[in-house]
């Protein structure tokens, strides 16, 4: 769909960029909860609540919350291989409905010498034009010996001198510290320097060379190259920094049937094990499953082997836009001598009045990360996703979900995503899900229908004895709740209880066309996403939503 075929509601015209099922902005709605800062270009994050309410104290009560929606992986003429310029991709951010987003060019020599600084020019420049969108700076990292991650950092005097340095130090590609492999003689040495790396970033936060740093691995089972205990040790490196993955890949477009070939799958998962990969993971997870990422999408596999630890580890959704599915324009024409190594930039698109060759969507348009804040700014966007306090859905499947679980003789908030809520031994539980339907159609034309909600428990038994692990034996589809025709806001009410050990509870639904038993079987995920025949995943049709997890910490009776 190109930018002329949007539809009317997509005005870009309607200020701020998103609006709530009421047609409210999400801003207004900050400023009448009281927490729109006046500083808004760069206000600081409001002050982390102890998770539960404190290590003495049961129960627990976290903030109230306003979600803005975001897009943590976003090229442009700066990086080799994508197309668009900052002021198209900022554009389409608004007219989807972004608050925030974060441009994240490939590392590579002409990015490295000549597009960071070129980039960071224009990063300043779209903030100005754009001074109701919050836009990053940031970097898709070639990790040592791995996949890539986006790493990004809160605007300040050094953003761009951090992200250049971590580049020529620590980026796999332009060391040549690529390989993984278990025949690798280097594979011990690439995996040490990721690690330093995340290390690093952590003492440029703690000095106060930047204000704040985040990383986010990206598709991570897209090649099967990142092992379980290579994301244990990103996550375990630096507190805070390496703070999860995307749930759900960019590149959601590349199966639309007629598109691009008979082979053909959503996140253009398309590849087999090969010398590189780990070995232990089966043939099932190469794929996506309703356009999630194997680790995400198998209930009781690595996402919650993680999470079965205790340690929050988030995840993301985002458009990873290079090439727009059915946009018509095509890369510019160097001028004689230029090269992208030598200017570190691509030529402006120009416009050919024909489709070309795509798998993506623009920024917001099917895949959006939904993070909690308390305040509106750069710093609380990024104290909101270290807190995990985050959702993400594909197609605009919701308009807003708000979830708590509190003991069930409290009647405060309770603890939402991210969170930690303490309680006694056999103490009765509640689980308040509010679910604001989708109101108004999503930039296919269809106005989306949540079906049903799939509660997911899962027993925290502590660190793993093996760093490879990517089972949770005690991980299942708990309940689910058919809301098929339910519209408006509505709240669904699940009790719980505390049993003998701490356990975790995270959310997921779909529009209900799609479903079968999960990969580990029908007691552990009785209608759960399924891989579509090559060639033929409209994305449009098969939409789910996730949640991260909110903890549960049991003490004695």
Do not use: C
Not at 183 to 191: C, P
Not at 288 to 310: K, Q
Not at 366 to 388: I, K, N, Q
Request: neutral net charge; proline residues 6%; hydrophobic residues 40%.
């Amino acid at each position: 769909m190109t930018e002329q075929q949007l539809p009317s509601w997509a005005d870009p015209s309607v200020s701020p960029a998103g609006l709530d099922a009421q047609g409210i902005s999400r801003r207004r709605l900050l400023r009448r909860a009281g927490l729109f800062g006046t500083a808004f270009a760069l206000a600081p994050a409001a002050p982390a609540l102890a998770a539960g309410g404190g290590r003495g104290r049961l129960g627990g009560e976290d903030p109230r919350l306003a979600y803005l929606v975001g897009d943590h992986h976003v090229h442009s003429v700066y990086s080799h291989d994508a197309k668009y310029t900052f002021s198209q991709l900022a554009a389409a951010g608004a007219r989807y409905g972004l608050d925030w987003m974060v441009f994240t060019e490939h590392s590579n020599t002409g990015h490295a010498e000549y597009g960071a600084a070129l980039e960071h020019r224009e990063i300043l420049a779209a903030r100005a034009e754009n001074p109701r969108q919050l836009i990053f700076q940031g970097l898709e990292w070639y990790i040592p010996a791995a996949e890539h991650a986006t790493v990004f950092v809160a605007p300040g005097r050094h953003e761009a001198d951090l992200l250049t340095r971590f580049e020529r130090r620590y980026d796999g590609k332009l060391l040549g510290y690529d390989k993984g492999g278990a025949a690798d003689t280097d594979t011990a040495r690439n995996e040490a320097h990721a690690v330093a790396a995340l290390k690093w970033l952590a003492r440029q936060r703690r000095s106060g060379y930047v204000d704040d740093v985040l990383a986010f691995a990206n598709h991570p089972l897209r090649l099967g190259i990142d092992s379980p205990h290579e994301l244990r040790a990103w996550r375990d490196a630096a507190e805070g920094i390496m703070v999860g993955m995307e749930g759900s890949p960019g590149a959601q477009g590349a199966a639309i049937p007629g598109l691009r070939g008979a082979a053909s799958v959503r996140g253009e998962y398309e590849n087999k094990p090969s010398a590189q990969s780990w070995s232990g993971y089966p043939a099932s997870a190469y794929v996506t499953y309703g356009g999630f990422d194997w680790a995400t999408a198998t209930v009781g596999g690595l996402w919650d082997s993680m999470l079965a630890e205790g340690r929050l580890f988030s995840v993301t959704a985002n458009s990873d836009a290079h090439r727009v599915v059915h946009d018509t324009l095509r890369n510019g024409d160097w001028a004689p001598g230029q090269t992208f190594d030598n200017t570190g930039k691509l030529p402006d698109p120009v416009e050919t009045g024909t489709a070309q060759a795509g798998s993506d969507f623009w920024p917001g348009q099917f895949s959006r990360t939904h993070v909690g804040v308390s305040r509106y700014g750069y710093r609380p966007v990024m104290a909101g996703l270290r807190a995990g306090r985050v959702w993400v859905d594909h197609g605009h499947l919701l308009d807003g979900l708000e979830v708590r679980v509190r003991r069930a003789g409290d009647h405060g908030r309770g603890v939402t995503l991210g969170g930690r809520l303490r309680v006694r031994r056999g103490e009765r539980l509640v689980l308040d899900i509010t679910v604001t339907s989708a109101s108004r159609p999503n930039p296919h034309g269809v106005l989306p229908n949540l079906a049903h909600v799939d509660v997911v428990r899962g027993a925290v038994r502590g660190p793993v004895a093996d760093r490879d692990d990517w089972r949770a034996p005690d991980t299942r589809v708990i309940r689910t709740e058919d809301v098929t025709g339910r519209t408006g806001t509505y709240t669904l009410r699940v009790p719980l209880t505390a049993g003998a050990e701490p356990f975790y509870v995270r959310l997921r639904g779909s529009d209900g066309n799609r479903h079968a038993a999960g990969p580990l079987g029908a007691a552990v995920d009785p209608h759960g996403p399924v891989a579509h025949t090559p060639g033929d995943g409209d994305p449009w049709t098969d939409t789910w939503f996730y949640s991260n997890p909110v903890f549960v910490d049991v003490v004695g009776s």
